[in-house]
């Protein structure tokens, strides 16, 4: 079964042939879901340098899919036609996007022209997977898509953002010379099921941290803000904006707009995990934006989009994730996730047992 979607180039052959990169990872893995669903034959590159087989391994059989152990870095050959790319090949979380900083500017610069290559070669439309990091330390709050940014360009950061602004630039570059059809979608804070349990971003590190009864490490004072948006939204969103007509190019901001701070979402997962862990102050690291929020009127306007998963929800389905991932693990034996039901207040225990 195919979905067409409004938009769509009418001449486009059905089913479509789309390509993901990054597609093992923790959203490029619900892209590969999705597309599969609504019938398009789906092939996933990634060098799992942040992704795991785990994410992909129900789909290995499916007909439709074929997973291709490959770094982007190196060119790419896929056989065939091909109608789409979603590049998401990129370490996201600052901890591991500077393992390998070096790594990670040529993953966001090389990586991204080996894909428009393979773009031009196959006369598809590529959207890229860009990110809020483009706007830096951000001094406009809320953040517009026309904001030009305050990227500290030689800082521990800078290997993603100024290696994302640059793929940007390759981007736009790509479509005024060759005519590509190109789309780019500015990503905010993403969280959900299939994060790595030692990912490093905040909101999987606090529901590690509050599962396991670890203290929940804040860094800097905690009033830092950021904006959480659940991946079922991003996709719907990245799937609107691919197969949005060709004017719609982007950059389009992805993102929910209800801000809060660190500190706050730290009590939300406490709350939603029943956990008693307390709060541990550490230092905050280099370049840390102090506030970010996207603007996301484009999005709407021109896509119908905007974000639907409240926090809770998100958050719920997050955990009861990490739950059984860490049931499923040598340590603990069993998991007890603690909650409140959001009507009468009573605690629900829900014990998972180690398969081990
Ligand atoms: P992730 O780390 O879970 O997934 C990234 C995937 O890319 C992994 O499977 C990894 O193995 C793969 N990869 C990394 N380098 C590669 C390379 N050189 N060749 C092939 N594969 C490679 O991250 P994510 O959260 O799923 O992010 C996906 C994309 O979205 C990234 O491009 C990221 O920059 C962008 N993004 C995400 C967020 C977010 O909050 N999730 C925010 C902004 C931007
Ligand atoms: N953060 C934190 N504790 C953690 C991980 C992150 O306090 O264990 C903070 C981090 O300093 C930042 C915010 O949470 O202010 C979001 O960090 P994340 O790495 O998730 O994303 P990004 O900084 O790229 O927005």
Redesign the pocket.
Same mark, same amino acid.
């Given at each position: 079964m195919t979905m067409h979607l409004p938009g769509n180039d009418p001449k486009l052959s059905y089913p479509r042939h789309t390509l993901v &990169? =990054? =597609? +093992?990872?923790?959203? =490029?893995s619900h892209v590969c879901d999705s597309l599969l669903q609504r019938g398009d034959r789906v092939i996933c590159?990634? @060098?799992?340098?942040? #992704?795991?087989m785990r !994410?992909i391994r129900p789909l290995l059989n499916h007909p439709h899919f074929q997973f291709i152990e *490959?770094?982007?870095?190196q060119p790419i050959r896929i056989d065939g036609a091909l109608d789409r790319i979603y !590049?998401? +090949? /990129?370490? +996201?979380?600052p901890q *591991?996007y500077q393992r390998d900083p070096i #790594?990670t500017m040529? &993953?966001c610069v090389v #990586?991204t022209m080996n894909v428009l290559e393979l773009a031009r070669q196959k006369s598809c439309r590529v959207l890229q997977?860009? &990110?809020?990091?483009v706007y830096g330390d951000p001094e406009i709050h809320p953040q517009p898509e026309s904001y030009v940014g305050h990227v500290n360009a030689i800082g521990p950061r800078a290997c %993603?953002d100024e290696g994302?602004r640059a793929a940007e630039a390759l981007i736009f570059d790509y479509q005024r010379v060759f005519d590509l059809q190109v789309k780019v979608a500015?990503?905010? @804070?993403? %969280?959900g099921p299939?994060?790595?349990e030692n990912?490093g971003?905040v909101v999987s590190n606090f529901i590690v941290q509050a599962l396991q009864g670890d203290p929940i490490t804040v860094y800097g004072s905690g009033k830092q803000t950021r904006c959480f /948006?659940f991946?079922d939204d991003?996709i719907r969103g990245l799937e609107l904006l691919m197969e949005s007509p060709a004017s719609v190019t982007g950059p389009i901001n992805f993102g929910n707009p209800q801000e809060m701070s660190i500190e706050a979402i730290a009590h939300e997962i406490l709350a939603c995990t029943g956990s008693s862990s307390t709060l541990q102050f550490k230092p905050l690291p280099q370049d840390d934006p102090k506030r970010r929020k996207p603007l996301i009127e484009a999005a709407e306007q021109l896509l119908g989009w905007r974000p639907r998963i409240p926090l809770r929800t998100g958050l719920e389905a997050t955990i009861a994730y990490f739950a059984l991932q860490l049931a499923g693990s040598a340590k603990p034996e069993t998991v007890t996730l603690t909650r409140r039901t959001p009507k009468k207040g009573v605690r629900v225990r829900l014990t998972v047992a180690s398969q081990s």
């Open positions: &990169t =990054g =597609g +093992a990872g923790s959203s =490029g590159v990634d @060098n799992l340098f942040t #992704g795991s !994410n *490959h770094d982007v870095r !590049n998401l +090949a /990129c370490p +996201a979380s *591991h #790594g040529k &993953t #990586g997977a860009s &990110t809020s990091e %993603y994302k500015r990503i905010f @804070n993403t %969280y299939r994060m790595l990912d971003r /948006c991946v991003l």
